[in-house]
């Protein structure tokens, strides 16, 4: 079969390679309907993430059952299914409690040994607690399998990441980055109530799908002039709560002020891009989700200082926004949403 490779930063080829096939009883072989590319796949080709010359690439794909092991009771050959961003058992103590990305048996698509998203057939570990059912009849309309495909990763961390910040009806949201991840977070906000989304981006045709997904203003405006820019439309006050869908470290002072939260008093040893805040406003954000980060990091680490807010300052992660921690098959994050997602989608292959 055919798959992404990459060898090296600024080199992925389409290959020939071994045929996925089913190895454990627990697994599955998908064939690949859609896939895309991720911004954090973009990190390995420009050699910011480290990969081994051989590995798979793409962890984003929806397609059909072709195969199924002994083990599997939940699924058959010919079931239309997502995949999220990883897989995971969905039985252990953290997939139990719905934090799918820290289960003790699973891993990343792509990694050493196993399939990529982006080829013509993936074997799935753990079947059963990975892939979500879909409705059989999408598996015929290109459109809607468009959307659906936003399910294995940017919907749902989106969608996790405003519940994650305590976006609610009537709160004022500020979304730093307009990639697919803060696209969605846009629309979930409007989805759960939130009555101004402050979109923070410079694209004008990804600003324009944000105003199209319910954000009220965009702020084109970049580090200290994006600050003041957000609290002059908060009348100095800050949002409410904040999603930082960016991803890296440059992002993460503006996530802070945008809160009303001055800078971060680093501790040594914080393996945490969110690490310890002073309030300087009376209203401060609810919360500052960070999509990026494991729910595990995030609640080893207390923050001293974000109790004086009112409401307080919670930092939250949001990467454990698996399909099957919020039930793609029965709508989950998409219920409402129509077909937008696809609208994220502009180029095919």
Known sequence: M????????????????????????????VRVLRACICGSDLWAYRG???????????????GIVEETGSAVTDLRAG????????????????????????CVDGGFWGSVGHDGGQGEAVRVPHADGTLVKLP????????????????????????????GAGVREGSTVAVVGDGAVGLCGVLAAKRLGAD??????????????????????IV?????????????LTAGQGAHAVIEAVGTEQANPLRRRSCGLDQPRPRAGADLHLRHFRPVK????????????????????????AGMAQPPARPS????????????????????AGLMPAYMQDHAM
């Open 196 to 217: 101004r989304i402050i979109a923070l981006g410079r694209h004008t045709a990804r600003t324009d799908i944000a105003t199209l997904f319910g954000a009220t203003d």
């Open 48 to 62: 910011e993430a480290a990969r081994e010359p051989g590995q798979r690439i793409g962890h984003e794909f929806l």
């Open 282 to 305: 009376a209203r401060r954000c609810a919360a500052l989700s960070a999509p990026w980060d494991s729910p595990r990091r995030v609640r080893r680490h207390r923050f001293p200082g």
């Open 79 to 102: 079931d239309l299914v997502v995949a999220p961003f990883m897989w995971s058992d969905g039985t252990c103590r953290y997939c139990v409690e719905g934090l799918h990305t820290s």
């Open 136 to 163: 059989a009849d999408a598996a015929s309309d290109d459109h809607l399998l468009t959307a659906l495909l936003a399910l294995s990763d940017v919907m749902g961390t989106g969608h996790h990441a405003a519940l």
């Open 220 to 232: 084109a405006e970049r580090g200290e002039a994006a600050e003041a820019a957000v609290r002059e």
């Open 317 to 336: 992660g949001a990467e454990s926004a698996t399909p099957a921690a919020w039930g793609a098959g029965q709508g989950g994050p998409l219920r409402g």
């Open 2 to 29: 055919r798959a992404t490779v990459i060898h090296a930063p600024h080199d992925i080829r389409v290959e020939e390679v071994p045929d996925a096939a089913i190895r454990r009883p627990e697994d599955a072989v």
